[in-house]
């Protein structure tokens, strides 16, 4: 834990790249060339990289002990959205010298049972071997509808679950204001870090919405889409360590992204 963590902020900054089998390669651009995409968001120094197995074997040699791999052991996929399946076991993430173990749950549908277990399978094991698991846990089973899936009460839900369950760090989604996340990390003694945000439309969104979830307590973040289809991946990814571990602000980041993108010099940050 002491390696995904920050010790300055107390804070968590890791970049997903395991999009594929749950939404498809076709639509993940920033993710078709993904030995090009690594390498950049390595330079960039985040915490940690959420993986699957087989991208972290392929990829990750050039980069090993340059940042912390989340092993990715299960999913949803495009036929089963609502159902994250597990293809991973805690020995591989052992095995591959990772620092977490990463598994997934869509709660109020037809598959919570299922996932809950699978889950709870996880955590028995790795408390066991003494490896953190982290959870991709979200309220959009299908009895819950679109326009709830960011009310605080649903992620607070998924949150709490989670935590019961033996989950370390949750990932979940910004409830849209500070207030009803700050009532969710309220109610989650495990650490709470959020997604990028799928109502998040520009960079200035994105900026915002992380910038108010550091200042209302969440633990830090696991961005993915919005890190990778930018036309400057390294320096998105500088600016918002910025952001969540030295406390920037969205103007200063602003500031700090515009010049990264003219001089390139990354490795000064």
């Known amino acids: 834990m002491s390696r995904l963590v920050n010790p ?22 920033g993710l078709q060339p993904i030995q090009d995409t690594i390498d950049k968001i390595v330079a960039g120094r985040p915490d940690a990289m ?21 092993l990715k052991c299960s999913s949803y996929a495009p036929i089963h959205p609502t159902y994250d399946i597990a293809f991973g076991s805690v020995d591989e993430a052992i095995r591959m010298g990772a620092d977490a173990v990463s598994v997934g749950a869509m709660t109020f549908g037809d598959f919570q049972a299922q996932q809950f277990a699978e889950i709870g399978k996880f955590s028995e094991e790795c408390m066991a071997k003494g490896m953190p698991l982290i959870g991709h846990v979200y309220p959009k089973g299908e009895g819950v509808p679109k326009d709830k899936q960011t009310d605080w009460e649903y992620i607070a839900y998924c949150t709490r679950s989670a ?34 945000g799928d ?22 973040v696991t961005m993915g889409r919005f890190v990778w289809d930018y036309h400057d991946i390294t320096a998105l990814v500088v600016a918002l360590r910025y952001i969540i571990h030295e406390g920037y602000s969205v103007k200063e980041a602003k500031e700090l992204l515009a010049q990264l993108e003219n001089d390139k010099n990354y490795d000064q940050f």
Do not use: F
């Open 199 to 220: 109502n998040c439309k520009t960079l200035d969104d994105y900026l915002n919405m992380t910038k108010d979830a550091m200042d209302c307590g969440v633990g830090g």
């Open 8 to 29: 300055k902020s107390g804070r968590m900054m890791a970049i997903t790249v395991d999009h594929a089998i749950s939404r498809g390669i076709g639509p993940m651009t």
């Open 163 to 196: 935590t019961e369950l033996g989950i370390d760090i949750i990932k979940t989604t910004y409830t849209g204001d500070q207030e009803g996340m700050a009532k969710v990390v309220r109610c989650t003694p495990s650490r709470v870090v959020i997604q990028g």
């Open 50 to 70: 959420t993986m699957t197995k087989g991208i972290a074997e392929h990829c990750m040699w050039k980069n090993a002990g340059k940042t912390s791999i989340l």
